[in-house]
């Protein structure tokens, strides 16, 4: 069984569609058992309704508070310790859950789970991993809001656990990957310094891409970034997305039916998380969008995906310490 957390409190009270949607995600996997965290004495009525009641594979543990999107989303994080990303970040670290869900706003999320897991040993800063694309050649956008401003080495952090992600969900043996830049010809210091520390670590190193190969997908599994530019690429492809007509428009992806095909998954910490629907906390969690981001916390539980990412920060640490001059 996967035992899965799931906070449905975002800014405010835990949106009512949502709570239809837990019989979607039970049906989806019987071999997947819910903790639902919010206001027991609202939530407990409505999920009645949809036939859904406490014992089996459902329980229910109080939380009050959501955690208001922006700035002071860490300091909210850590003030308010009965906030749900909060109670559910506490039962994935104590061992009461093996992944937590949450429609939290993104910051809420990043914060949470780096706050209560803690980072991978040789990871300095958690990275928001969104899968973007084709649904049939999607492409791992790394990081897509959780930092601003990033060095050379962190970029290399969030290829090498991006690569993980690609191995684990996707099932690429050697994940290509690319910083994400306006040309080749515009390519910055920063991302000379990251491609060259990059092409140090044995992975698959295409260099430059552009935006537009997020949706095409041409030859890139993995797409490297600063959180400020890959927020700003991801909310820009989102709402097209949403617009688009498949089938007049075989690039673009359907998110209406998943939401970025599983959320977005916080990479570079002792844990599992997952962010439910699109980049923007004021925006509604989409139709399938909970179903979704359970199923990609499952896989990357069961996966170990955290445990692939520990041993990935392994070989940069071996790697800066060649730099430093030191012996291992």
Known sequence: MARVAVDLIGAGSPPGDLLGEITAVLDADPRVTLTVVAPTDTVAPVLAEHGVLEGGRVRLVNASRGVAPGPEALREVRALREAGVRVAARLVRDGHADAMVSVAPLEAVIAAAGFTFGLVPGATRAAAAAVVGPAESPVILCDAGGSVDVTADELAQFALAGACLARV????????????????????????????????LGLDLVGPVTADRLRTR?????????????????????????????????????ANSSDLQGGIIVLGVDGTAVRAGGPAATAPVGPGALPEAVRAAVGAARAGLSGAVRQAMATLVDRRRELAGLSR
């Open 169 to 200: 969900r996707h099932g690429v043996g050697a994940p290509a990957v690319g910083l994400l830049s306006a040309r080749p010809a515009l390519l910055d210091p920063l991302r000379r310094s990251a491609g060259d520390l990059l092409a140090s």
């Open 218 to 254: 041409t030859g890139v599994d993995v797409v490297v970034t600063d959180g400020h530019t890959g927020d700003v690429v991801l909310s820009a492809l989102y709402p097209s997305a949403r617009r688009a007509r498949p089938e007049t428009d075989p690039a673009c992806w359907q």
